[in-house]
Structures are given as C-alpha cells and as structure tokens.
C-alpha cells in the first residue's frame, strides 16, 4: 500500500495525522507542500478524487486568500487552482493519499477511512 501525505510540520493537524499514521503502522511518503507544492495536474487529481470544487480546498480563513481577492464568486475553477498553486499556504492540510483515494485530515482520524 503506498500512502502519500501532504504534510506541513509547523500544523498541528498535519503533525497529528502523521503521528496517527505512524502509530498504525503506515510510513507515508511525506511531501511537504509548502516546499514542493502540487503541480496542477496533482492539485486537480486531489480534486477530482476528494470530489471537491477548488475553493472547499481552500484555506479560506488565511490572510492572503483576502489580500488576494479569492473571496470574489466570479472566479473560475481554473484561477482558483492558480492562486493554489502559487500561494501552497492556501491548500487545506494535511492531505493523505491512499489506493486511489483521499481524505483530508481534519479531524486526524479522517484518513483512517481511506487506509
């Protein structure tokens, strides 16, 4: 089973989630997207797979989604994936990526479904 997860150490959740994956012997690919953000290829597969539209993916409540005017409803899917893409601080954490499924860590034991 591979599992991938994308992690930012510096959250709680994300931490907990690993911790959680670690404890159930699961050792994830890490990938810390705030280093290596998601190409859009990878941003729309999490997407399609989470079965979310860009914005529910997104860290409404973080101060460059209001600097950069995201909140506006005419955006496009297409620019919402950009901003994503340029901004990685954006994506809701952690992602975790498992037999063609995915979960979003909030809470931790979320992902339990998808191992």
Same mark, same amino acid.
């Given at each position: 089973?591979?599992?991938?997860?994308?992690?930012?150490?510096?959250?709680?959740?994300?931490?907990?989630?690993?911790e959680l994956l670690n404890?159930? %012997?699961?050792?994830?690919?890490?990938?810390?997207?705030? +280093?290596?953000?998601?190409?859009?290829?990878?941003?729309?597969k999490i997407l399609s797979?989470?079965g979310l539209e860009p914005?529910? #993916?997104?860290?409404? +409540?973080?101060?460059?989604? +209001?600097?950069? %005017? #995201?909140?506006?409803?005419?955006?496009?899917?297409?620019?919402?994936?950009?901003?994503?893409?340029?901004?990685?601080?954006?994506?809701?954490?952690?992602?975790?990526?498992?037999?063609?499924?995915?979960?979003? %860590?909030?809470?931790?034991?979320?992902?339990?479904?998808?191992?």
């Amino acid at each position: 089973m591979t599992v991938e997860i994308f992690h930012n150490p510096r959250c709680s959740k994300s931490r907990q989630t690993l911790e959680l994956l670690n404890d159930k %012997g699961v050792a994830p690919e890490i990938t810390e997207y705030l +280093k290596t953000p998601p190409d859009r290829e990878q941003l729309q597969k999490i997407l399609s797979v989470l079965g979310l539209e860009p914005r529910q #993916l997104m860290r409404t +409540k973080e101060k460059e989604y +209001k600097e950069q %005017g #995201l909140d506006d409803p005419s955006l496009s899917a297409e620019q919402l994936i950009d901003a994503m893409i340029a901004t990685p601080k954006l994506i809701e954490r952690p992602i975790v990526i498992s037999n063609g499924k995915a979960a979003i %860590g909030r809470p931790p034991e979320s992902v339990l479904e998808i191992i």
